[in-house]
């Protein structure tokens, strides 16, 4: 993109900042003509001098700007890093005008006190908050100002207990309609910051929790710190509460990580029955630790964006690749909630969650999954299929019927899921109809899609519980709810 502008208007200069180029200025400098000036380390303090003297192009006026490389006269200079930036507060608010989106970044607190060695923030030592009255001003300048969903960059929010637990509650005091994101480390939870959370609107906050392994060995290795017990216990406790969101990562590719362990890491993630799981794939960022410890791992990687993990002395590159499909996989049927009564089904019945998407992904191998984009209707018939060699065909069909109409929100069912009402149960259902719709509360069945079904699907806390009945649901798709008419009870 930088070169094609150029192409176009080689008057407009082009300035790169961030850790991608920052650890690396003089080189990408010298191989890429089209970049005029790299910021070094954190940029506020030198965009804006940057601008005011970049037409000047005199050579004494920049070189007194810390946190820059540049070419000057086909030579390379370079004025070191930028200084740290000590007082958050001195930073200005950069919605302050113009509130540019629904989603927008807010970033409380820079720097993590933890050193996790593929993480750029490990190396950023000092940990800085914005001011606690600042920072709720500007969220409630937020609020106000209807934003959707305001994401906290913050790298640990939970690292600062009473910081982030004032926040917690003056966000759950003003309950808006507002969500929340933040990063945690749910191994720091401890009774009273759990207290807290446990009176939070549902929805207000959702939660990112990086596990990314759970062998000791290779936490070890990156130089990371979490008690995965710890963490389980919390987690399983908020999901309880059913109030907040909660979505875990896992790390493909770590040094010590083979596929064996990486299955064991899964398997005890999916013990947790997290809202969404995401699997990622190590990525070699320049500057950050395990960068120079590549070779000692025999870590190869891609050598552009977005740098992630080729092979490690623990994984093959088929491995590797295969677990890109697994996680395709992964994230079509599980992360997507497509299909969540019907997979909460088959988890329930297995504790070897990694057997079943390692099953099904090889499945889907075999009908090009991987090749081509494959609709939701397809989706379904594939899961159908692969689903009734193992498990009772109308279980799977009445668990699927469920997960497909409250997706698409339209009564019109693929041939493979289509079933009837008995004419006997159809003339007992018309005759005792104004007696059911008292019973449900009902007005009218207008808009209520009638089937029968061998089995019934409530949500309580957060899980699906089955109950296995010869019933009459009425779907209301608009509204995403069920009722349910025991076959029993038409008598
Ligand atoms: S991975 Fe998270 S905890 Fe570890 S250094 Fe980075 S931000 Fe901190």
């Known amino acids: 993109m930088a070169n094609i502008i150029k192409n176009i208007n080689s008057d407009i200069k082009i300035i790169l900042g961030g850790p991608e180029v920052s650890f690396d200025a003089t080189s990408i400098l010298s191989t890429y003509n089209f970049v005029d000036y790299i910021i070094k380390g954190e940029g506020e303090r030198v965009i804006r001098p940057l601008i005011e003297c970049i037409n000047e192009d005199s050579l004494s006026s920049l ?29 200005k608010f950069p919605y302050e005008s113009e509130i540019p989106d629904k989603i927008i970044y807010y970033e409380a607190s820079r720097g993590c006190p933890f050193r996790c060695s593929y993480c750029m923030s490990s190396i950023d030592k000092k940990v800085r908050v914005r001011s606690l009255e600042l920072v709720k001003k500007e969220l409630k300048y937020l609020i106000e100002n209807n ?11 939970n690292a600062n207990k009473s910081y982030s637990r004032e926040i917690w509650k003056y ?45 000791e060995c290779v936490l070890k290795n990156i130089n990371r710190t979490m008690n995965f017990k710890k963490v389980k216990e919390n987690i399983e406790r908020i999901l309880k509460v059913g109030n907040i969101h909660c979505h875990l990562d896992l ?23 997290p809202d969404e799981l995401q ?8 500057g950050s630790p395990i960068f120079y410890d590549k070779d000692k791992y025999g870590i190869k990687y891609l050598s552009y964006p977005p740098y992630h993990v080729l092979k490690t002395d623990w994984l093959k590159s088929e491995e590797i690749y295969w677990l ?41 191998q075999g009908y090009e999954f991987f090749e081509r984009n494959v609709g939701l209707q397809e989706k379904f018939f ?23 109409l409250f997706t698409t929100k339209k009564s019109n069912l693929p041939e493979f899921l289509r079933k009837d009402i008995d004419t006997k149960i159809d003339r007992k259902f018309k005759k005792y109809k104004e007696n059911i719709m008292k019973k449900l509360n009902l007005e009218s069945m207008k808009g209520l899609f009638i089937l029968p079904m061998s089995l019934e699907v409530c ?26 008419i025991h076959v029993k009870d038409l008598e």
Do not use: W
């Open 63 to 91: 070189t007194k700007i810390k946190g820059l490389s540049f070419r000057y006269n086909n030579e390379i200079i370079d004025t070191g890093y930028s200084d740290t930036i000590m007082d958050m507060d001195t930073l």
């Open 147 to 157: 934003v959707k969903l305001i994401k906290f960059v913050d790298r640990t929010f």
């Open 171 to 215: 966000l759950i005091d003003l309950s808006p309609s507002t969500c929340f994101h933040f990063e945690i480390a749910a191994d720091l939870l401890d009774e009273e910051d759990l207290n807290i959370l446990s009176n939070a609107p549902k929805g207000l906050f959702q939660f990112e929790i990086g596990v990314q392994s759970t062998n």
């Open 251 to 273: 790390i493909v590719g770590l040094p010590g990580e083979d596929i064996i362990s990486f299955k064991k890491s899964f398997n005890d993630v999916m013990s947790i029955m």
């Open 279 to 286: 699997i990622g794939f190590l990525k070699v960022l320049k």
């Open 324 to 364: 890109l499909n697994f996680e395709k996989v992964f994230d079509s049927f599980y992360n997507s909630r497509i299909f969540e009564r019907t997979i909460s089904y088959v988890l329930n019945n297995t504790s070897d969650y990694f057997k079943f998407f390692e099953d099904l992904t090889t499945y889907l």
């Open 382 to 404: 594939l899961l159908f299929n692969f689903l009734i060699q193992k498990y009772e065909v109308s279980i799977i069909k009445d668990l699927l019927i469920y997960d497909y």
């Open 459 to 484: 949500k309580n806390n957060n899980k699906f519980d089955i109950i296995y009945n010869e019933v009459l649901i009425l779907f209301d798709l608009k509204n995403q709810i069920s009722y349910t």
